[in-house]
Nanobody
Framework: QVQLVESGGGSVEAGGSLRLSCSAS????????MGWYRQAPGNQREMVAQ???????NYAESMKGRFTISRDNAKNTVYLQMNSLKAEDTAAYYC?????????????????WGRGTQVTVSS
């Protein structure tokens, strides 16, 4: 069973920093693009950042200069370093990944979501 598990969320004051981690576990043959998304109550889920297997990163415009996404392929882990946090960054942050499972025969690639980790920024 392939799973994504996030960690590193918490409560911080405005201007503070947090580092989120997301690790994929299970029988995995290949992981493609990984990303972070966030959703506040009553709002649509939005893309924060994504990174390809080769390390090419893209960010939502409002995150540029404050957030940095990275990955460690040997650990099947993606990170999100968040600096200069603002109250409007408060949301549940979700990990997402394109994963091809390892199996005896053919296992098609699929898209997976973690269960989320809460980030709360107080003013």
């Amino acid at each position: 069973q392939v799973q994504l598990v996030e960690s590193g969320g918490g409560s911080v004051e405005a201007g503070g920093s947090l580092r989120l981690s997301c690790s994929a576990s299970g029988r995995i043959r290949r992981i493609g693009t990984m990303g972070w998304y966030r959703q506040a109550p009553g709002n649509q889920r939005e893309m924060v950042a994504q990174i390809t297997a080769g390390g090419s990163a893209n960010y939502a415009e409002s995150m540029k200069g404050r957030f940095t996404i990275s990955r460690d392929n040997a650990k099947n882990t993606v990170y999100l370093q968040m600096n200069s946090l603002k109250a409007e960054d408060t949301a549940a942050y979700y990990c997402n990944a394109d994963i091809e499972p390892s199996c005896p025969f053919v296992c098609p690639a699929d898209n997976y979501w973690g269960r989320g980790t809460q980030v709360t920024v107080s003013s």
